[in-house]
């Protein structure tokens, strides 16, 4: 992997660095092999969407415990879910829940979590739906003050949870208070992490969020280029620079991380030194291309579906 250059890096100083608008730059392929084994799908073959179901902006993507598609959707219905084969089995959530929905992760009990960054909450569903828990004051931005009794979160952007149950969120969405806070799985507020800036342990956007078996925390720091890992009290491990902006990135059990690169539209396959080992896709309207590859993840047979908010569509790519 290359170092950002200075003339990239000026570009993105001046350019409005978290926003969801297409960056004032050139975008930027990561130096990679094309990944051979996996080929794109179109979206109308690899989803039976019923006839009376309009596509929408995709926010994000989980498998759940049948080994399904969940889609979180910003339009109407909320959630839809796919089998493998692509057909649909269901819709659910209520209308309304979300204002503008962001970040999807499916735990180890099938619950649903789930963020809004327009809402400043992240939610706790079970598999239907059903709200269990809201952390974050719906509808109020700023940051969380225990002292204070202030309980705020600030566009918050993904959420994890970690081998014992404590959950992680990454927040910061235009890039106002980027940070990551821990909460017990009661949702009572532990710690906080991170500032605004281009240091080790800062963030401009803290955009997606994943945790290893040893509960070593991965954050997307996307407009620096970059995926920080921190321990579970938040101090700094490493940090792993790209040459492109890191979007969404995901865990498989095969070993292997797996990011998109947002506006740079890719999808790459990184080793556990930070490697990337191979990159698919480009930025445009067709098969295998993006307008942004926002969200990931991968089914039990390697198969990837990564959600385009801009297209309004799940891309996947078939493991050969």
């Known amino acids: 992997m ?13 350019s409005p660095l978290a926003s969801a608008q297409r960056p004032i730059r050139p975008l930027l392929p990561l130096r990679a092999y094309t990944l051979m084994d996996y080929q794109p799908v179109e979206f ?43 057909q649909f089995v269901r819709s659910f959530g209520a209308d309304g829940l979300f204002t ?4 999807l992760h499916i735990d180890k009990d099938n619950n649903i979590w789930a963020t809004d960054v327009a809402d400043h ?16 004051t719906k509808g109020t931005a700023g940051e969380w003050d225990e002292a204070a009794g202030n309980h705020l979160l600030s566009e918050p952007n993904d959420v994890v949870l970690d081998s014992m149950g404590n959950i992680y969120i990454a927040q910061g ?36 969020i ?25 101090n700094l ?32 396959k990184v080793d556990m030194d930070g490697n990337v080992l191979g990159a698919i896709g480009s930025p445009g309207t067709g098969n295998g291309q993006f307008g942004e590859a926002h969200a990931l993840t991968l089914d039990s ?13 799940i891309q996947k790519f078939e493991k050969q």
């Open 100 to 103: 503008r929905s962001h970040g």
């Open 210 to 234: 994943e945790i290893d078996g040893n509960d070593v925390l991965l954050v997307a720091d996307r407009e620096n280029m970059r995926i920080q890992r921190f321990d579970t009290s938040g």
């Open 173 to 208: 969405h235009g890039g106002n208070l980027p940070r990551v806070l821990k909460f017990n799985p009661r949702g009572e507020f532990i710690t906080q992490w991170g500032s605004r800036g281009y240091d080790p342990g800062q963030f401009v956007a803290a955009h997606a």
């Open 121 to 136: 909450v992240v939610m706790k569903l079970d598999a239907d739906g059903n709200v269990l828990m809201t952390i974050g």
């Open 44 to 86: 109308t073959e690899a989803f039976a969407l019923p006839a009376s179901m309009e596509t929408a902006s995709y926010a994000g993507v989980a498998m759940n415990a049948a080994d399904n598609l969940v889609i979180l959707s910003r339009g109407t219905p909320t959630f839809l879910e796919f089998d493998k084969r692509g």
């Open 2 to 14: 290359r170092l950002i250059t200075l003339s990239c890096l000026l570009l993105l100083l001046i």
């Open 301 to 313: 047979e390697h198969n990837v579906y990564i959600g385009d908010v801009i297209l309004r569509r």
């Open 237 to 268: 491990l490493r940090e792993w620079k790209f040459d492109a902006v890191v979007c969404a990135l995901f865990l498989h059990r095969d070993g292997y991380m797996y990011i998109t690169t947002g506006f740079d539209g890719e999808l790459a």
